[in-house]
């Protein structure tokens, strides 16, 4: 995917916060690109949420980068979980 994006020239990237407004600036074309970067990082199952239009899991910025590997990147609720 990298080699593949190397074609283009990115100019502008956008973070959406929800499925709403990252459909909203691909079709304004206002980004070119948009990355559900956080929000894939706290709803590890973010497909099948945006499909459901499920609540979405707020990420927490305090646990990135801890030095335990169980604290922040891997005990984010899936969907199941969180009913």
Do not use: W
């Not at 709803?43 to 949420?49: E, G, I």
């Not at 945006?50 to 984010?76: I, M, Q, W």
Request: proline share 7%.
């Amino acid at each position: 995917m990298a080699e593949s994006l190397n074609k283009y020239q990115i100019l502008y990237c956008h973070m959406p916060e929800d499925k709403q407004d990252g459909n909203k600036a691909v079709a304004e074309n206002l980004d070119d690109l948009v990355s559900f970067g956080r929000l894939s990082l706290s709803n590890p199952d973010l497909p099948k949420r945006f499909e459901l239009n499920a609540r979405l899991t707020k990420h927490n910025r305090s646990t990135y980068c801890l030095p335990d590997p169980a604290v922040g990147y891997t005990d984010y609720p899936f969907l199941e979980d969180t009913a």
